[in-house]
């Protein structure tokens, strides 16, 4: 085998990966926004999903900034040289990194430093199974931490909130898998697909879930028992009405598939993977001789879609506030406005709130925004850092400090997705501070609002996404989603979405 031609073949997968979401995933979008209502918090999110999915492609830049564990199934014809294929992954894994076609994502868990080029103990994590074809088949999945924390397993027997007993049975199943996209709510991004792994054991189970989330989304399932359970999640998970991001609507989920693997009798377990809308998974064929790719797999990696005016933008009241913001600027809005932020904030995630909550802060945040982003950064030909991908986190793990960091700083705003909790809401009400909900995965619309890098501290001690970038904005656009006023939206969704979801306690499947 070419060496360099099956190396650049996997750069090539890597880069269509992380920039480029295949066709089913974007039918599978655009058929969301038909039926979301025009003018809906919703319908919106999935406006600016569309933008972003365009400008990821155009620009060949991540759609989002979490580029996830970079996962790969491979299937080979004997005698193939495995360790030239591990080599030659690993190698352009190293580079797209490098090139801030991937986030930096490899952290040790004992030290907490990260290898700064995704390599690590176990990662990339690569699965190889031999078969009887003449072509190598490589399959890649980038799933980011958001929706990686948002995986469940049950073990059957169990009781579940909104549900009551789940039972080792087809009924049982059925409300563990509702019960999944329920706890989800908008903190993986939703709406979202999910791969669910029936038996097995522990870790057989989630290997089988993670499977299922490398079907074609349009596919019929070969078990008609599981066909039928997949159509009956479909159908009745939306009618939870979580919505785009948590906000609310008729589109949760977009997609499931359901397989099986035995289990031993003692043990009974119901594996859900969830995946966010930013559903990056893409695969190839190779020539086994040559290494060159002879087939992409999920539609044709050139396929772009065209970019449009969002619907109902121009249209909305948009409040524009300038960083440090006052007081009275902020306890004037109210949960549902849209806020354009101009001027310096700054990034902000796990290690540095664990690290403000004992130490001063390298900058003042007085009236200051505090963006819960890791970056995808990369320095330009004169040495400048610039802005490749920068989404939102998931929040809710700030959850500890946020409302204390608030205080003690003089914290205004707060950016991130997915909401946070009672201590935060708290804080916000007692401070005169809001949380602002960006669009999770929307990594490039955010990025053309952040126009320059002023500074960066504790980079080498955090590494990339976890460091604290200090950032110009422009027109930064979010929403309130929890006020000074001790309101918040994503309370409201979730309590709303627990009374559905009970809708669904009584036996379906005797």
């Known amino acids: 085998m070419d060496y360099a031609k099956l ?12 920039t480029n979401l295949p066709d089913d995933v974007r039918v599978a979008i655009e058929k969301a926004k038909l039926e979301e209502e025009l003018g809906t918090r919703s319908s919106l999110v999935l406006e600016t999903v569309h933008h972003n999915i365009y400008d990821a492609h155009e620009d060949e830049l991540p759609v989002c900034q979490d580029t996830g564990m970079p996962t790969f199934l491979i299937h080979t014809p004997v005698g193939v040289n495995q360790l030239e294929i591990k080599k030659a992954i690993r190698e352009s894994i190293a580079e797209a990194t490098a090139n801030g076609k991937l986030r930096p994502n490899t952290v040790d868990p004992i030290t907490g430093k990260n290898t700064g080029n995704n390599l690590g103990a176990g990662v990339p994590v690569m699965h190889f199974e031999q078969w009887e074809k003449d072509q190598i088949e490589v399959k890649l999945i980038l799933k980011g931490g958001g929706c990686e924390n948002k995986n469940i397993q049950y073990s059957l027997p169990t009781t579940l909130e909104g549900l009551g007993q789940a039972g080792r049975d087809l009924d049982g199943i059925r409300k563990c898998i509702l019960h999944a996209v329920y706890q989800a709510q908008g ?35 070969e ?24 906000f609310g609507g008729q589109r949760t989920l977009l997609g499931c598939k359901i397989g099986v693997v035995d289990r031993l009798p003692a043990s009974f377990f119901v594996s859900v993977a969830y995946n966010c809308w930013a559903y990056r998974r893409r695969g190839v064929l190779l020539d086994a001789n040559t290494g060159e790719i002879v087939e ?17 933008e121009k249209d909305a009241k948009i409040v524009k506030l300038t960083t440090p913001i006052s007081e009275e600027a902020i ?10 932020i101009s001027g310096e904030m700054h990034t902000g995630r796990d290690a540095l709130h664990k690290y403000l909550m004992d130490h001063d802060s390298p900058v003042d945040l007085t009236g200051g925004v505090i963006y819960h982003c890791g970056p995808v950064m990369v320095k330009d030909d004169n040495g400048n850092w610039k802005v490749n991908a920068a989404g939102p986190t998931t929040s809710m793990r700030e959850e500890p400090y946020q409302a204390t960091i608030i205080g003690k700083f003089g914290v205004r705003a707060v950016i991130g997705k997915g909401g946070m909790g009672p201590k935060t809401l708290a804080g916000l009400q007692e401070h005169g501070a809001v949380y602002l909900n960006a669009i999770g995965g929307a990594a490039q619309v955010y990025s053309k609002a952040l126009t320059k890098v002023h500074g960066v501290d504790f980079l080498d001690e955090f590494g990339v996404p976890e460091a604290m970038w200090h950032l110009e904005a422009d027109s930064f656009q979010a929403i309130v989603t929890m006020d000074a006023h001790g309101n918040s939206l994503h309370k409201d969704i979730e309590e709303n979405s627990l009374k559905k979801l009970s809708d669904f306690a009584e036996k379906v499947y005797k």
Request: charged letters at 25%; one cysteine or more.
């Open 7 to 18: 190396k650049q073949s996997m750069y090539d997968l890597i880069v269509q990966t992380s």
């Open 187 to 221: 903190q993986g991004c939703s709406a979202g697909f999910i791969g669910v792994g029936i038996g097995g054991d522990r870790s057989s189970g989630y290997d089988c879930a993670k499977h299922q989330l490398m079907r074609n989304v349009d596919d019929v399932n």
């Open 223 to 246: 078990n008609p028992v599981l066909g039928e359970l997949e159509d009956y999640i479909m159908e009745n998970a939306n009618k939870l009405e979580i919505g785009m991001m948590g």
């Open 296 to 312: 992409w797999q999920y539609g044709k990696k050139e396929r772009t879609g065209q970019k449009r005016e969002a619907a109902g």
């Open 331 to 340: 306890r004037a809005l109210k949960v549902g406005d849209v806020v354009e």
